[in-house]
Nanobody
Framework: QVQLVESGGGLVQAGGSLRLSCRASGRAFSVYAMGWFRQAPGKDREFVAVIDWSGGRSDYAESVKGRFTISRDNAKNTVNLQMNSLKPADTAVYYC?????????????????WGQGTQVTVSS
């Protein structure tokens, strides 16, 4: 069992930055690939970014490439999402998720554990 708790959401103006963090507790954090997903009102949950167990591989949705950076610290059981140049279209609830796999996936159904989400609102 893995428990995930996100933090760092909030309200920011377009062009601004936010840093989301997800802290994991429970079983060995380092064996999990970690992903970030988001869901806007009335829309499906969508993939944002993923990082593998070692931090050596990552992938991003096209809509956030060049603006968002995912990182992890296995010693601290945390994964972060640095979000720069934010746009109103980035407004959503952001979820951290864990996938017990040595590969990376952008498919939400591959992830076994989810956090409760943190709201990000970008004003124009």
């Amino acid at each position: 069992q893995v428990q995930l708790v996100e933090s760092g959401g909030g309200l920011v103006q377009a062009g601004g930055s936010l840093r989301l963090s997800c802290r994991a507790s429970g079983r060995a954090f380092s064996v999990y690939a970690m992903g970030w997903f988001r869901q806007a009102p009335g829309k499906d949950r969508e993939f944002v970014a993923v990082i593998d167990w070692s931090g050596g591989r990552s992938d991003y949705a096209e809509s956030v490439k060049g603006r968002f950076t995912i990182s992890r610290d296995n010693a601290k059981n945390t994964v972060n999402l640095q979000m720069n140049s934010l746009k109103p279209a980035d407004t959503a609830v952001y979820y951290c998720a864990a996938d017990r796999s040595y590969t990376i996936s952008s498919n939400y159904y591959d992830y076994e554990y989810w956090g409760q989400g943190t709201q990000v609102t970008v004003s124009s």
